[in-house]
């Protein structure tokens, strides 16, 4: 199994930044891709950003020019960097990973950070 512990989050005012943080233990070399998924208030979460094992970037329309994810070689660091953030930004942030390396094929999910931005 692959554990995440997320942090970073925090109040912020609009057009300020924020970087999140996900760490990986366990089973990490089945990590295939680490993804960054957010709940904005009462709505579905949704993917705005994911990164593969060789490098290939994904980011939701919402999000492009403003946010970068990056990871280590090992997929077991992986960041948000988050700038000029805006009031419709504000939900909860859970990392994810795609664990398909291993034969369970499963995905891990961090317990979320808040990120509130006020205008």
């Known amino acids: 199994q692959v554990q995440l512990v997320e942090s970073g989050g925090g109040l912020v005012q609009a057009g300020e930044s924020l970087r999140l943080s996900c760490a990986a233990s366990?089973?990490?070399?089945?990590?295939?891709?680490v993804n960054w998924y957010r709940r904005l208030p009462g709505q579905d979460r949704e993917l705005i950003a994911g990164?593969?094992?060789?490098?290939?970037?994904w980011y939701r329309d919402s999000v492009k020019g403003r946010f970068a994810i990056s990871a280590n070689d090992a997929k077991t660091e992986a960041h948000l960097q988050m700038n000029n953030l805006q009031p419709e930004d504000t939900a909860v942030y859970y990392c994810?990973?795609?664990?398909?390396?291993?034969?369970?094929?499963?995905?891990?999910w961090g317990q979320g950070t808040q990120v509130t931005v006020s205008s």
């Open positions: 366990g089973d990490t070399t089945c990590i295939s891709s």
């Open positions: 990164i593969t094992n060789d490098n290939h970037l």
């Open positions: 994810n990973t795609e664990n398909y390396y291993c034969e369970d094929l499963s995905r891990s």
